[in-house]
Nanobody, 126 residues
Framework: QVQLAESGGGLVQVGDSLRLSCAAS????????MGWFRQAPGKEREFVAA????????YYGDSVKGRFTISRDNAKNTVYLQMNSLKPEDTAVYYC???????????????????WGRGTQVTVSS
């Protein structure tokens, strides 16, 4: 079983950048496809980005394409989410998740993921 811990959230201004990190422990991260999701108050959990085990496949939600970049460093057991040109609508709790079942392409729905972190708050102020 893998444990996930997000960090890097905070309060920023419109147009700023943030980099979120998701550190894994318990098992090597290279065994998992990884995803980032977010959830704003009163809304459903939304897909943000996903990356395959070897970084060969990356997917993004429509609302973040061109602004966010997902990456991973399996040697450091860490996944990153670089967020640029932040907007107020990016305000949410951001979660990372791990999926052990997908071998090639990473999943894009929350129910497909097996393990979740506790989340980190991102607030974008206008």
């Amino acid at each position: 079983q893998v444990q996930l811990a997000e960090s890097g959230g905070g309060l920023v201004q419109v147009g700023d950048s943030l980099r979120l990190s998701c550190a894994a422990s318990g098992r090597t991260l290279s065994s998992y496809s990884m995803g980032w999701f977010r959830q704003a108050p009163g809304k459903e959990r939304e897909f943000v980005a996903a990356i395959s085990r070897s970084s060969g496949y990356k997917y993004y939600g429509d609302s973040v394409k061109g602004r966010f970049t997902i990456s991973r460093d399996n040697a450091k057991n860490t996944v990153y989410l670089q967020m640029n040109s932040l907007k107020p609508e990016d305000t949410a709790v951001y979660y990372c998740a791990a999926d052990q079942g997908s071998v090639v392409t990473p999943p894009r729905y929350p129910y497909e993921y097996d393990y979740w972190g506790r989340g980190t708050q991102v607030t974008v102020s206008s």
